[in-house]
């Protein structure tokens, strides 16, 4: 939890200032799922800036209200929360935006949203606002799912119990925001007289109770028929909808097969959605480098530019499609509601090994990147599960090790059929999960920490998804990944360049100048290390520069390896050829079936991303984590990638 | 202890009243914000594979339980 609030504070003050007196916002506060995002997303437009970090659900932003609103009035969206009583960092984070922001302080008013067919369970966090002393408006979101069940919510009456203007939203159609504006802004002009000190309230099981029944009695009483003639119907279409779906999508078997089958479409479309657009970002880029090339008068200066910034610029770009296309992915699935079906069905396998299904998320977008997967890790509200599902997340394949694959499966089946590639790629995935399991039961042992797990996931409704909502939303969660993960990925690709450039930059020969360079002269000093594992130096040099990203590995191996850009192959052809001749200071041939296997392996298991270990480090509060986790995979990638290539060699496969 | 059943063995599509929570606290305050409270109708609509958790309609929503969490309702 304490690390929750200590990294937003660099983000949020890219955020521009309120023009008020105060510094103070508008913050929207209600349960997940209460549509608070959607509301969030009619009132500012694309005018909000997303502070922390990205993730699934602990993201939280701060934007102004759209111009045709009048006045621009400072908003914040905060992480779905079902009291004032936080129970997960999301939750404090929530708690801690609306009492005691490091910026903006404590919030002029909150805007307490709540679902229209979850009405007397929502409003309790609301009666929680007004007890601490907020000024309250009321939001009352999907009421459109009301009507069809000819139910309609008495706004005046609910506005005389709780004593606060009370305002219904159409989610759909964004009905009801226009009028939401204006009572905020009225709310704010009232003289300030009667505002009370505002301090957390700390209620007791009786008065919970009480509470909670009193705001049932209070919700029967508005919920009225919504023409007096016909009598309303005793249920909500919408949940007996989301009961039919649910007997399927959460059926033992078929419920099974679904998720798989929904998980298998996710991956491959985060494959091969993004492969084409890769490729397009690949050449935009080599072309730009070659123009570059053509622009400049040859010498250093075009160098570092194409070789150094242009190709790491790329090493950061080429991963934009993946990570777009996930995000959209877990939100479609998040807003139709799906996404707490797949949790709740994982739930008990993944106890197993000491985590939970609040895991999910965070291990599903590991495939993508690490990054935003450990960001979103603060859902958990175990500090036990949560601190094992960092410690795993760098096992799963992030797509910075796709490339790496697809090379060194492409050099083992040259010549064998093309199934063999794409089936042995399923196996490694599939083999991470596996490794993840055994690594958390491992972890799990040491692990001193003793801390509470639960799950009690409240199911939502299925719902449409909205794509304009959804697909903003995903460009905002990949631009903070850039924000967050680009300059560290570029810095680290511009040492590369910088090792094996230099002292002899001027050299004409490219072959000479790396085998003369930094990087290789270290690499000659350590080759002894790669050798049980089949590598010579030119290996560990790809293996140190596969630290800037893993994928650099790839490109490093280009240069070392002396592929020149005349080839007429495909730079990977080229490359594949290069490394088949390639020899070991033995005079035996370099990349063999054993030592490339051993490879793999390291790459499955080493944690190689420095933009993972600092987050790392944040997010469990203690460099120790962070520095652990490193050392433990990278030594236990290196015991087994030496173990299967000697094993290997043992059994007679070179 | 006494003899009364938890929410965790209530057979499916049996709706019983809770007449009390108990247990680790935490577990019990976020059960009362879920709606989990004296007096109020519950329901086993299903379960998960593998046994758990177990989806539980408790005043209008559908909310999934691990047993451990659903023993803390009493009936």
Redesign the interface.
């Known amino acids: 939890m304490r690390t929750s609030l200590s990294e937003s504070s660099a983000a949020q003050k890219a955020v521009p200032a309120a023009k008020t007196e105060t510094n103070s916002v508008v913050a929207l506060v209600g349960s997940p799922n209460s549509g608070k995002t959607t509301l969030f997303n009619w009132l500012t437009g694309a005018r909000f800036k997303t502070v922390n970090y990205p993730g699934s659900t602990v993201d939280y932003s701060v934007g102004r209200t759209q111009a045709r609103y009048g006045e621009a009035i400072a908003v914040m969206d905060t992480p779905g929360t079902y009291s004032l009583d936080p129970k997960s960092p999301d939750e404090e984070v929530t708690f801690k935006a609306i009492f005691d922001h490091k910026e903006f302080g404590t919030a002029r008013l909150v805007v307490s949203v709540v679902d229209a067919t979850l009405l007397g369970r929502q409003l309790y966090i609301t009666r929680q606002l007004l007890e601490s002393g907020f000024r309250v408006v009321l939001a009352v979101t999907m009421s459109d799912l009301l009507s069809e069940s000819g139910r309609k919510i008495d706004r005046e009456s609910l506005s005389r119990y709780l004593g606060i203007p009370v305002v219904l939203i159409d989610g759909r159609l964004g009905g009801g925001i226009n009028e939401l504006v204006e009572v905020i802004r009225a709310e704010l002009s009232r003289s300030s007289d009667d505002v009370r000190e505002v301090r957390p309230v700390r209620w007791d099981d009786a008065k919970v109770e009480s509470e909670l029944k009193k705001l049932d009695l209070i919700a029967s009483q508005v919920l009225v028929s919504d023409t007096p003639s016909v009598a309303p119907k005793t249920f909500l279409l919408v949940r007996e909808r989301t009961k039919k779906w649910d007997r399927i999508l959460l059926h033992p078997v078929a419920g099974l097969v679904i998720f798989f089958a929904v998980m298998s479409a996710l991956f491959g479309s985060i494959f091969w959605l993004a492969a084409p657009v890769m490729d397009w970002v690949d050449q935009a880029l080599s072309w730009l480098a070659e123009a570059v090339v053509n622009a400049v008068p040859e010498g250093l200066l075009a160098q570092f530019l194409s070789d150094g910034v242009i190709a790491s610029v790329a090493a950061v770009a080429v991963f934009i499609p993946q990570i777009f296309i996930l995000f959209v992915g877990i939100n479609l699935l998040e807003d139709s509601g799906y996404l707490a079906r797949a949790a709740t069905l994982i739930d008990r396998p993944l106890s197993l090994v000491g985590l939970g299904g609040r895991s999910f998320v965070p291990i599903l977008s590991g495939y993508a990147c690490a990054v935003p997967a450990m960001l979103s890790a603060r859902s958990i509200n175990s500090r036990r599960e949560r601190w094992l599902t960092l410690f795993i997340l760098p096992l799963m394949s992030c797509s910075a090790r796709l490339p790496v694959y697809a090379l060194l499966l492409t050099f083992v089946f040259f010549d064998g059929a093309s199934w063999a590639a794409g089936f042995t790629l399923a196996a490694i995935y599939l083999g991470t999960i596996v490794l993840g399991a055994i690594a958390a039961s491992l972890a799990g042992r040491f692990l001193q920490l003793e801390d509470r797990s639960f799950f009690m996931l409240e199911l939502p409704v299925y719902r449409m998804p909205r794509l304009k909502v959804v697909l903003r939303q995903a460009l905002t969660r990949t631009m903070n990944y850039v924000k967050r993960a680009g300059p560290a990925i570029f810095t680290f690709a511009l040492i590369v360049w910088v090792a094996t450039t230099f002292p002899n930059y001027d050299l004409e020969d490219k072959t000479e100048r790396l085998d003369s360079s930094y990087a290789a002269q270290v690499g000659k000093y350590i080759e002894p290390v790669f050798e049980p594992m089949g590598g010579d130096w030119r290996t560990g040099v790809g293996l140190i520069s596969a630290f800037a990203a893993r994928e650099v590995f790839v490109s490093s191996l280009a240069v070392l390896m002396q592929v020149t850009d005349e080839d007429e192959d495909s730079l990977q052809a080229s490359l594949i050829e290069k490394m088949r001749d390639a020899k070991a200071p033995n005079g035996m041939p370099l990349f063999t079936t054993a030592s490339v296997v051993g490879l793999i392996l390291y790459f499955m298991i080493a944690l190689q991303c420095l933009s993972t270990v600092t987050v790392a480090a944040k997010e469990a509060g203690s460099w120790r984590f962070a520095i652990v986790q490193l050392v433990v995979f990278n030594i236990v990638a290196y015991a087994l990638a030496v173990g299967v290539v000697q094993g290997l060699r043992a059994l007679g496969i070179a | 202890m006494s003899t009364t059943t938890t929410l965790a063995d209530l057979p499916p599509e049996t709706t019983k009243t809770i007449a009390n929570l108990a247990g ?1 606290p ?10 989990f ?3 109020a109708d519950v329901k086993v ?9 177990v ?1 539980v309609e408790i ?8 047993k ?2 659903a023993r803390c309702v009493h009936l």
């Not at chain 2, 935490?26 to 709606?35: F, T, Y």
């Not at chain 2, 299903?46 to 958790?53: I, L, M, N, S, V």
């Open positions: 680790d935490v577990l019990v305050a976020r059960l009362r914000e879920l709606g409270i004296v007096g609509v299903g379960r998960a594979p593998f046994g758990e958790p989806l005043r209008g929503s559908t909310v999934a339980l691990r451990a969490e």
